[in-house]
């Protein structure tokens, strides 16, 4: 006998499975139209690797992830791509996502198979490949791609491998029903599984209710090393974390995963897609939904390709359309509602519940919270429900986080006992969201405080390289001064050359001296055409000098442009605006020069026609 | 087919609050049904008149604050309060002095902290210590002797008269001490054996008391099977008691002994109807206890060394200060945590 240990909490609800256990797992058929999703799991989406109007063949791969985490999807049946657009996918959201949309040609034509007999003369890696090719994931909950959590990180090893076939929500019966059909598969599949982890124990976990399953697998597992687990039915022992404790004592730590701790957990469909994959190269195309609700005439489990709408699957189970309400995809406890039924079962669809009114009632109008605590007494997972809700409702995110509200697996157990019906998993979900979207602005506020601050210290790197570059620049412009200087000497020594510099110093001298008595004569007495053109003589004389300065400075310039452009040093620049300015002297001096030849000759012209 | 948008669960199984209630009103008939037989008609005559003041005080109330009158008050929470009331009274206080209790209880300890769910004191509770501080003398000379309801006690029509009567004369033979005050006001200047000589003991622990407190245990014990309370409290509450007895209490010339600490006065009904009230109690288990508990030590102190014979309320209260205190140092361990994470955010993260 397995040693069995209790999770805290729990509930029993009414199990309501004997509705769809009556009747063998029946097949659905083709219906007309197959929609395939493009990520029917977390994960990366894939992409198309079909065109529309392309013959597909059975087991083909139309769709692949090529960038991130996934797994390819797979034509169920051979036809003809209708369409590749967005439709209505089963996501709690109601938006719509990237579909392709298979017309069966009713021939049901496989590929070329090739189906391992002895997986044991593989590699690992291939069965994991063979894994991935098939597009397996996990069929239970959110569906991670089963060849990833088939490779535990490296310093982690399973010692332990669970098959969960607890199915502690009530309605739902499709493991239930695979264990006692398809007990050989489920071995197998579990067996390639247990191949490549090579754990210590390897134990399926099924809850009392299930006498049936239980006795199928005992049977299956005959001769093996495997354990039967039977375990106390109560919500939810068939939660991972819930499974692991009642199987192992061990708790999965908080924000860790099962490896952690040495243990894995996998899904009833999930091994048996395995076994499909590994001995018939059948992909994942098809899998086991639950059909019930008291708005079907004939609930059971059918047998479904991937890609099947809903309302042709409610047809099959005669659905009266006036009695459906409430219409849940997976269970009551953590399932959600459909608002339309013209949605496809997915690589993780296990149950739609076409539910009257009185089967799923309303709620109650909610009422204050009394404190009475009945939420804590059967949290499978020990938070305090109580204090999540106030700190949710009043937006307390923070003390609702210290309280471990990201611990909460929102099995609903809260919600189904409180007395003042209080929807307190909705109020978790909000938190979470809003938590997430704070974090999400937190990492977008730090990103961009981290740009700012980059740009600031770029441009105080700039400001101080610049500043590097001027100093350097007036350092070597000071060296050539200094040897300008020296060859200006060694030229004057020569008697080659003038001193420009006393030469320009005596002519400003001049001109200031000029314009003195010049303004001292206009004070002095009225201005006679006579003086003015006296005087304006020696100015045409200055202005020609002057002209000739600025031309031989700009002269001068060019060339040490010229030098510094052959040279690219930094300064050119500053250079050629310089050379530009001193163009716009040389052109103002010509002016200058003209105006007053003009002036001169304009006076002389008046003297002599006086 | 038009489908309803729901969030999950989609499943409920709750018992209602109001069910809560009714279940905790059904648990302590047999002590109201003790009662009435060991002290006659004073209290059920009292649970009447407080359930009926309850009733329209937080009906007004509620409509005054333009709450659905209908919708609140059919979740018994204002019967329970008028009723846990008109069984800690004393059997014939006066009519106003239980409206006063009442009223206070509803209108100003429970509706103006913004009604069910937000108080954070007991409610009948502050009642109860308003008009004990406020009318000592009404609070403690109208307890009923104990006498079997049709051996002498007063009937249903003079028992109404009493209560419901302007005047305020004693009548001779009706009203007795309580044991627990008898004991604690003889105790000083004679020995216990002098002390129980006097008939409000009897010839058991104390006379009509021992068996209220036992049905008031009975029905206590009901509502931790029904899981409606958890037995935390009374646990926390009932063992500090005998703790602090059996440490400070030996000598029974200066102390009341336990067997009366235990069976006389209030304690079942507090440990099991008064401070089970989850509104103003702590949450977790391990708070529970302490809570429970802080309430034991306090009535065995209170009793022992205080001006007062009983203390079930001013326990109560005192310990309802402390809840949030309480509850932010005794959140349970998670699943997958090392140990709980006590205090507030940022501090000492576990």
Redesign the interface.
């Given at each position: 006998m397995t040693q069995l240990w209790d999770?805290?909490g729990g509930?029993h609800?009414?199990e309501n499975k004997q509705q769809s256990t009556a009747r063998p797992i029946r097949t659905a058929g083709l219906p007309e139209r197959l929609v395939l999703p493009l990520q029917q799991h977390i994960g990366d989406p894939a992409e198309p690797l079909v065109q529309v109007g392309e013959r597909v063949l059975k087991g083909q791969k139309i769709a692949d992830v090529t960038v991130g985490m996934g797994v390819p999807v797979h034509a169920p049946t051979s036809g003809v791509i209708e369409s590749i657009a967005e439709m209505p996918v089963p996501h709690p959201s109601g938006l719509n996502d990237w579909c392709i949309t298979l017309k069966p040609d009713g021939e049901d034509q496989w590929r070329e198979r090739h189906p391992v007999s002895d997986y044991r003369s593989l590699d690992r890696e291939a069965v994991l490949g063979i894994i991935h090719e098939a597009g397996i994931s996990g069929m239970g909950g959110a569906g991670f791609p089963t060849d990833i959590k088939l490779r535990p990180p490296k310093d982690r090893k399973v010692d332990t491998l669970i098959l969960n076939g607890a199915e502690c929500e009530?309605y739902i019966t499709a493991d239930d029903m695979t264990m006692r059909e398809k007990a050989a598969e489920v071995v197998a599949g579990l067996k390639v599984m247990a191949w490549i982890l090579r754990p210590e124990r390897c134990v399926i976990g099924i809850e009392d209710n299930k006498p049936q399953a239980i006795e199928a697998m005992q049977k299956a597992c005959e001769g093996t090393q495997i354990e039967i687990a039977v375990i106390p039915t109560k919500y939810p022992s068939g939660g991972e974390?819930q499974l692991i404790?009642v199987l192992t004592g061990q708790?999965?730590?908080?924000?860790?995963i099962p490896a952690d701790i040495g243990v894995m957990c996998q899904n009833i469909g999930t091994a048996v897609a395995v076994s499909r994959a590994v001995f018939e190269d059948s992909p994942l195309i098809s899998r086991i939904v639950t059909i019930t609700g008291e708005a079907v005439r004939e609930p059971g489990n059918f047998e479904v390709l991937i890609g099947t709408p809903i309302d042709y699957l409610l047809e099959q189970a005669g659905l009266e359309?006036?009695k459906?309400?409430?219409?849940?995809l997976?269970g009551?406890?953590?399932?959600?509602?459909?608002?339309?039924?013209a949605v496809p079962v997915t690589k993780t669809t296990n149950c739609v519940?076409a539910?009257t009114e009185a089967e799923?009632p309303?709620?109650?109008?909610e009422?204050?919270?009394?404190?009475?605590?009945?939420c804590?007494?059967v949290c499978?997972?020990?938070?305090?429900p109580?204090?999540l809700f106030w700190y949710s409702k009043s937006g307390e995110f923070?003390?609702a986080?210290?309280?471990?509200l990201f611990?909460c697996i929102?099995c609903?157990a809260c919600?189904?006992?409180?007395?003042?019906?209080i929807?307190l998993?909705?109020y978790y979900?909000y938190a979470k969201g809003e938590i997430r979207v704070q974090r999400a602005e937190q990492i977008k506020a730090d990103r961009a405080r981290e740009r700012f601050e980059a740009r600031k210290a770029r441009l105080e790197r700039e400001q101080q390289e610049k500043e590097q570059r001027r100093k350097e620049r007036a350092k070597a412009a000071a060296e050539a001064q200094a040897k300008k200087q020296a060859e200006a000497e060694k030229a004057a020594e020569a008697g080659e050359a003038v001193d420009e510099r006393a030469a320009k110093a005596a002519l400003v001298q001049q001109a200031l001296e000029r314009k003195k008595a010049k303004t001292a004569t206009k004070a002095s007495q009225p201005a006679s055409a006579e003086a003015t053109a006296s005087e304006d003589k020696p100015d045409i004389e200055a202005l020609e000098k002057q002209l000739e300065q600025a031309k031989s400075k700009l002269d001068n310039m060019q060339g040490m442009l010229d030098d510094a452009k052959a040279q690219q040093a930094d300064n050119v620049d500053k250079l050629e605006r310089a050379v530009a300015k001193n163009h716009d002297r040389v052109q103002r001096a010509e002016q200058a020069l003209a105006d007053a030849r003009k002036a001169l000759a304009s006076t002389t012209e008046s003297q002599t026609s006086d | 087919?038009?489908?309803?948008?729901?969030?999950?669960?989609?499943?409920?199984?709750?018992?209602?609050?109001s069910?809560?209630m009714l279940w905790v009103i059904i648990a302590a008939l047999p002590g109201l049904v003790a009662q009435t037989v060991f002290f006659g008609w004073g209290n059920l005559i009292n649970v009447v008149w407080c359930i009926a003041v309850a009733l329209a005080s937080e009906a007004a109330f509620l409509k005054l604050r333009g709450k659905p009158v209908a919708?609140f008050l059919k979740?018994n929470?204002a019967a329970v309060t008028g009723l846990l009331l008109g069984l800690s009274l004393p059997q014939f206080a006066p009519w106003w002095v239980s409206a006063i209790a009442v009223i206070t209880a509803i209108i100003i300890a429970k509706q103006l902290y913004g009604?069910?769910?937000?108080n954070p004191f007991n409610p009948a509770m502050v009642g109860y210590a308003l008009v004990l501080i406020s009318f000592p003398v009404a609070m403690t000379t109208n307890w009923a002797e104990a006498a079997m309801l049709f051996q002498g006690a007063p009937g249903v029509g003079e028992t109404l008269a009493r209560i419901f009567s302007a005047s305020q004369t004693a009548v001779d033979g009706w009203t007795m001490a309580t044991p627990l005050g008898e004991y604690k006001h003889k105790i000083a200047s004679h020995t216990a054996t002098e002390v129980l000589t006097h008939p409000t003991f009897g010839e058991g622990i104390a006379r009509g008391w021992e068996w209220v407190n036992a049905a008031f245990l009975a029905g206590g014990l009901v509502l931790v099977f029904l899981?409606i309370i958890?037995w935390h409290i009374p646990a926390g509450f009932l063992g500090a008691l005998i703790v602090m007895s059996l440490a400070f209490g030996a000598n029974a010339d200066q102390y009341a002994p336990l067997s009366l600490h235990l069976l006389a006065g209030g304690t079942m009904l507090g440990a099991f109807f008064i401070a089970t009230d989850?509104?103003s109690?702590a949450?977790?288990h391990h708070g529970k206890l302490i809570y429970g508990a802080g309430i034991g030590v306090l009535i065995y102190v209170i009793r022992s060394w205080g001006n007062y014979p009983d203390a079930v309320a001013f326990s109560v209260l005192l310990m309802n200060f402390a809840v949030p205190f309480i509850?932010y140092y005794t959140?349970?361990?998670?699943?997958?945590?090392h140990k709980a994470?006590r205090g507030?955010?940022?501090k000492n993260?576990g």
């Open positions: 999770f805290t509930i609800p009414a009530p974390k404790r708790e999965v730590p908080s924000a860790g359309s006036p459906v309400n409430r219409l849940v997976g009551p406890m953590m399932g959600y509602t459909l608002t339309t039924t519940i539910a799923l309303a709620p109650p109008p009422q204050p919270c009394i404190r009475c605590g009945q804590a007494e499978p997972m020990e938070l305090l109580q204090q923070e003390k986080e210290h309280l471990n611990d929102e609903g919600s189904y006992v409180c007395p003042s019906s929807p998993v909705q979900r | 087919m038009a489908l309803v948008q729901q969030s999950s669960p989609h499943a409920h199984n709750a018992r209602p609050t069910r809560v919708f979740d929470t009604g069910l769910g937000s899981r958890t989850p509104v109690a949450t977790s509850d959140p349970p361990r998670a699943y997958g945590h994470r507030l955010p940022g993260q």
